[in-house]
C-alpha cells in the first residue's frame, strides 16, 4: 500500500519497554503504531526499550499496521542512539520529538543517511512548540517528511492555555500545521486525548479534528481505537457521494 493510500485514522503509542504491551499490539484495530522510547520509558529502561522496539519491527508479526518508533529527541543523551538503531531496522518512519525547525528534519535525515537505513524510512515530526509552528510550511515541505503529529499537550504548555473543550486556544497553532501539510502533501495527525476512559469527550475532539482536515489521531490507549477509527472513517454517504462524483 502506497503511503498516500494508508489510513491513519488511528496512530497508538504503545511503550517500547512493557512486553505485553507490544505484545497486544499485534492484535489490536490500530491504524499505526508509534513504539515509544520518550515519555514512556523510564531513563534507565531506554537501551532495553530500543532493543525490544527494533525487534517489533522487524519481527513481520503485527500485520498490515504502520509501524513507526519515536525516538528521544537530539538533545538528549539518548536520540542519536535511538536513530541509529531504529533506521536501519526499517520502520515506516521514525517519530521524531521536538523538531524546532527544518534544520532539525535535515539533521535527522543525514543521521539516518549515516545509519545506512533506507530511503523509504520517512520522518514524523512532532510539532509542539510556536517556533516549530512559524517554520511549519518548511518541516512539512522537506521531502523525507510524510505526516506532521501534533504535540497538543507540550504545545498547551508552551502557550500557558487553559484547558476548552472546544480547543480555541490551540486553533491557531493546528490550522497553520493543517494548512502546511496539505500545501505538500504530509498527512495530519492531531494531539492525544489525555482523559482515555471519556469516550464522549474523545469523540467530540476526534470529530473536530477531523472537520479541521486532520487525517487521524494519535492515542494512548487501545480502548480509543474504535472512537478514532469511525471518527476518521467516511460515513456512507460521503462515499456514495464520491462514488456518483
Known amino acids: 500500500m502506497t503511503d498516500d493510500l494508508r489510513p491513519r485514522r488511528s496512530v497508538l503509542y504503545m511503550p517500547a519497554a512493557n512486553e505485553r504491551a507490544l505484545e497486544k499490539a499485534k492484535t489490536i484495530a490500530a491504524d499505526?503504531?508509534?513504539?515509544d522510547l520518550e515519555d514512556a520509558v523510564a531513563p534507565d529502561a531506554k537501551p532495553a526499550a530500543r532493543e525490544r522496539a527494533v525487534a517489533a519491527v522487524r519481527s513481520g508479526e503485527y500485520g498490515d499496521r504502520?509501524?513507526?518508533?519515536?525516538?528521544?529527541?537530539?538533545?538528549t543523551q539518548w536520540g542519536a542512539d535511538d536513530i541509529a538503531a531504529a533506521g536501519p531496522a526499517?520502520?515506516?518512519a521514525v517519530v521524531i520529538p521536538k523538531v524546532f525547525s527544518v534544520d532539525?528534519?535535515?539533521?535527522v535525515s543525514q543521521q539516518l543517511d549515516a545509519a545506512g537505513a533506507s530511503p523509504d524510512v520517512m520522518i514524523w515530526p512532532m510539532i509542539e512548540t510556536p517556533t516549530a509552528i512559524f517554520d511549519v510550511r518548511a518541516i512539512a515541505a522537506h521531502p523525507r517528511v510524510a505526516v506532521l503529529i501534533m504535540g497538543t499537550n507540550d504545545l498547551a504548555k508552551d502557550?500557558?492555555?487553559r484547558f476548552r473543550t472546544d480547543r480555541l486556544p490551540l486553533a491557531t497553532g493546528l490550522g497553520l500545521c493543517v494548512l502546511a501539510g496539505?500545501?505538500?502533501g504530509a498527512a495530519l495527525i492531531d494531539g492525544v486525548y489525555n482523559a482515555f476512559k471519556d469516550d464522549a469527550g474523545l469523540k467530540v475532539e476526534c470529530d473536530?479534528?477531523?472537520d479541521m482536515g486532520f487525517d487521524g489521531k494519535t492515542l494512548i490507549h487501545p480502548a480509543q481505537l474504535a472512537v478514532a477509527n469511525a471518527a476518521f472513517s467516511p460515513s456512507e454517504?460521503?462515499?456514495?457521494?464520491?462514488r456518483r462524483q
Open 32 to 35: 499505526a503504531i508509534i513504539f
Open 66 to 75: 504502520e509501524l513507526t518508533i519515536r525516538c528521544n529527541g537530539l538533545d
Open 90 to 92: 526499517g520502520p515506516s
Open 104 to 107: 532539525g528534519v535535515d539533521a
Open 159 to 161: 502557550l500557558q492555555t
Open 182 to 184: 496539505k500545501a505538500h
Open 208 to 210: 473536530q479534528g477531523r
Open 237 to 242: 454517504a460521503e462515499v456514495a457521494l464520491a
